[in-house]
Structure formats: structure tokens, C-alpha cells
């Protein structure tokens, strides 16, 4: 009988294994999270602490040309809006004589160009490439999330040796794991139980690296889930002998030649190519979408906002003209 397995010292002690041609463990599949709103849209092209640091600068920019600009008989109001509407590419209606001042705001107009080119830029790449939430990569993230563990109970030993592990993510994942029993008369014996509950976005499913792949791109999951960085337990891969098989040492030879020259490696990433195939599913995220009113509604709520501060602004014009008329 020859079969491959993880390298472990009992199976070293009944068998005689060959020489290592692969390393593998168990990986852990999760759930790819629903994509972001579309209206966030506005904001996603950067992150938080650039909007803050962009608010910031602006303030402080405004602040800095007020102060100085002492003779300008402007309101802090107007000069708020002429440093701000270069943001939007809007030029001033005026600007200060002095050519300290005038070189004080070119500096400030290269920026606001490079902040509204890096945003138009980056909005372009949102628009048409859907924004998901960051993903769990490791197994620490993993331990500490609301997802639990879910895997096939058919004897393997990570079960056992997460829960009686003294390293604490992984006696935390021993705790949160689920074993599904062992169904023979199903066609994937009973891992179904547990793309279930990856798919209802509770579990996270554990499985060997390799074939958790090849078991999500045979059911077409391949554009729901994503396989996390991290893998339990990872060893060699070796084939497994009777003991005392004289001609072991010849195979050793030969597999020590395929992987040296990286055949093994190819042969694997090939093998796990074919199987792990886009669905037409995937196929479609891929093709060029036109841009339609879910895309751009974020524009209209901006547009919106504005109207609504361009309507405030228009009364209170309105009645300030009409007291100093009265």
C-alpha cells in the first residue's frame, strides 16, 4: 500500500516514508464579505486618516491666510469658501496683491491639485471594482472574530491537538470548533455540512490546503470564499511504505529529482489550476460593467448636500438683506 501523508513521528515509527516532496496543512476557507454600499463611494477613495489629514491642512490653511491677510477686509466666511472652492477646481474671484501672499496660495493651489487628482483618479477605480471590508488572514484574526471552526470528524488529529494545544490562538480555535460526523453515503461525505455554514457567513471550514481548493472550485464557491493566509499545522508531505520495503531508497532517488528540479511544484500548481476553474459567476466579475445610477449615488447625495447648503445660504442673503433694508 503507498499513500501520502503529513510527516508525523508515529506514522515515521509504523511506516517507512519517503522523502518530503511537498509542504501542506489544513487551510481555512471564510466567507468573501459583502461588498460595501455603493454610496460610501464618495468617501472610499481614501482612507480615514487622509480625509483628516486633508481637513486639517485645510482648516489650517485658511486659518494661516486669514490671520496673515489682515488687511483684506474679507470675512473669515469668504475667505473660508476661496480657499476651500479650490478643492473643487474652482478658481478664486480674487487675489491678494502682495506676491508673499499670491505664493503662499500657489503652493496651496499644487496641492488641492494633486489631492482633487489622486481623489478623481482614485474614484474612477471604485466606481468600476466592487469595495469589500478587510478580510480575516490570519489564524490570530480567526481566533478572535465571531466565526467559528467547522471540519469533517473523520479522525484526523488537528481536532484533538487544537483543543489540548497550550498556544493560545490555537486553544482558542479548539474552543470555537465544530465537528460535522462522517457521512459516507454522501458524495463529499459530509463536508457539505460545513460549506453551509460558510456560505451563511457562521463558520469558517478547515480542511487540507489542496483539497479545500479543489472542493470549493469543484461546487463553484470559488467567487464566494476565500482561503486565509495562515494554514493549521503545516508539514511535509510524504509517501507512506510497509516497513522494511527494500526498494525505497530507488523511489527516494526519483522523488528527489522531481522536486529539486521544481517538476513537483509545477505538476501541483497545474493540478490545482485545473480543478480550481473561474465559474461563470467569476467569469462575469470580471468583464467591464457600465456605470449605472447604484455606482453614482453617492454623487447625487453629495449633489444633494449642496443644493441644500447653496438653498441655506441663498436664505440667509436674503434676510440679511432685508433687515438692513428695514
Same mark, same amino acid.
Given at each position: 500500500?503507498?499513500?501520502?501523508?503529513? =510527516?508525523?513521528?508515529?506514522? !515515521?515509527?509504523?511506516?517507512?516514508?519517503?522523502?518530503?516532496?511537498?509542504?501542506?496543512?489544513?487551510?481555512?476557507?471564510?466567507?468573501?464579505?459583502?461588498?460595501?454600499?455603493?454610496?460610501?463611494?464618495?468617501? /472610499?477613495?481614501?482612507? =480615514?486618516?487622509?480625509?483628516?489629514?486633508?481637513?486639517?491642512?485645510?482648516? +489650517?490653511?485658511?486659518?494661516?491666510?486669514?490671520?496673515?491677510?489682515?488687511?483684506? /477686509?474679507?470675512?473669515?466666511?469668504?475667505?473660508?469658501?476661496?480657499?476651500?472652492?479650490?478643492?473643487?477646481?474652482?478658481?478664486?474671484?480674487?487675489?491678494?496683491?502682495?506676491?508673499?501672499?499670491? @505664493? =503662499?496660495?500657489? $503652493?496651496?493651489?499644487?496641492?488641492?491639485?494633486?489631492?482633487?487628482?489622486?481623489?478623481?483618479?482614485?474614484?474612477?477605480? #471604485?466606481?468600476? $471594482?466592487?469595495? =469589500?471590508?478587510?478580510?480575516?488572514?490570519?489564524?490570530?484574526? &480567526?481566533?478572535?472574530?465571531?466565526?467559528?471552526?467547522?471540519?469533517?470528524?473523520?479522525?484526523?488529529? #488537528?481536532?484533538?491537538?487544537?483543543?489540548?494545544? @497550550?498556544?493560545?490562538?490555537?486553544?482558542? &480555535?479548539?474552543?470555537?470548533?465544530?465537528? #460535522?460526523?462522517?457521512?459516507?453515503?454522501?458524495?463529499?461525505?459530509?463536508?457539505?455540512?460545513?460549506?453551509?455554514?460558510?456560505?451563511?457567513?457562521?463558520?469558517?471550514?478547515?480542511?487540507?490546503?489542496?483539497?479545500?481548493?479543489?472542493?470549493?472550485?469543484?461546487?463553484?464557491?470559488?467567487?464566494?470564499?476565500?482561503?486565509?493566509?495562515?494554514?493549521?499545522?503545516?508539514?511535509?508531505?510524504?509517501?507512506?511504505?510497509?516497513?522494511?520495503?527494500?526498494?525505497?531508497?530507488?523511489?527516494?532517488?526519483?522523488?528527489?529529482?522531481? !522536486?529539486?528540479?521544481?517538476?513537483?511544484?509545477?505538476?501541483?500548481?497545474?493540478?490545482?489550476?485545473?480543478?480550481?476553474?473561474?465559474? +461563470?459567476?467569476?467569469?462575469?466579475?470580471?468583464?467591464?460593467?457600465? &456605470? @449605472?445610477?447604484?455606482?453614482?449615488?453617492?454623487?447625487?447625495?453629495?449633489? +444633494?448636500?449642496?443644493?441644500?447648503?447653496?438653498?441655506? +445660504?441663498?436664505?440667509?442673503?436674503?434676510?440679511?438683506?432685508?433687515?438692513?433694508?428695514?
Amino acid at each position: 500500500m503507498i499513500n501520502f501523508n503529513t =510527516f508525523t513521528p508515529e506514522r !515515521y515509527r509504523d511506516f517507512d516514508l519517503s522523502v518530503a516532496y511537498y509542504n501542506e496543512g489544513f487551510g481555512m476557507v471564510l466567507e468573501i464579505p459583502r461588498p460595501l454600499p455603493r454610496w460610501r463611494n464618495i468617501l /472610499q477613495p481614501f482612507s =480615514f486618516d487622509v480625509w483628516l489629514a486633508i481637513i486639517i491642512s485645510l482648516f +489650517a490653511i485658511i486659518f494661516l491666510y486669514h490671520t496673515a491677510n489682515f488687511k483684506n /477686509q474679507s470675512s473669515l466666511l469668504l475667505n473660508s469658501i476661496s480657499i476651500s472652492q479650490s478643492l473643487l477646481a474652482k478658481s478664486m474671484t480674487t487675489v491678494p496683491e502682495s506676491w508673499k501672499f499670491r @505664493n =503662499f496660495l500657489l $503652493i496651496w493651489w499644487v496641492a488641492a491639485w494633486i489631492i482633487e487628482l489622486s481623489w478623481i483618479c482614485n474614484l474612477i477605480a #471604485v466606481l468600476t $471594482i466592487p469595495t =469589500f471590508p478587510v478580510k480575516i488572514q490570519m489564524k490570530e484574526e &480567526l481566533a478572535t472574530s465571531k466565526y467559528r471552526l467547522c471540519m469533517l470528524d473523520y479522525g484526523e488529529f #488537528v481536532a484533538s491537538s487544537l483543543k489540548t494545544s @497550550n498556544e493560545t490562538t490555537l486553544s482558542a &480555535l479548539g474552543r470555537k470548533l465544530d465537528l #460535522v460526523p462522517l457521512m459516507t453515503d454522501w458524495k463529499y461525505f459530509g463536508h457539505e455540512s460545513c460549506i453551509s455554514k460558510v456560505i451563511a457567513g457562521t463558520h469558517a471550514h478547515s480542511e487540507t490546503f489542496s483539497y479545500i481548493k479543489i472542493l470549493y472550485g469543484r461546487l463553484n464557491y470559488s467567487s464566494r470564499v476565500y482561503v486565509l493566509q495562515d494554514q493549521l499545522y503545516p508539514s511535509y508531505l510524504t509517501f507512506r511504505f510497509p516497513k522494511h520495503t527494500p526498494w525505497k531508497y530507488k523511489f527516494d532517488i526519483g522523488m528527489q529529482r522531481l !522536486y529539486d528540479s521544481g517538476l513537483i511544484e509545477l505538476w501541483v500548481r497545474r493540478a490545482l489550476e485545473d480543478f480550481v476553474r473561474y465559474t +461563470a459567476e467569476d467569469r462575469s466579475l470580471s468583464e467591464n460593467e457600465a &456605470l @449605472n445610477l447604484e455606482h453614482l449615488q453617492g454623487s447625487f447625495f453629495l449633489l +444633494a448636500f449642496g443644493l441644500l447648503l447653496a438653498v441655506l +445660504a441663498v436664505g440667509g442673503e436674503v434676510l440679511s438683506s432685508s433687515r438692513k433694508l428695514s
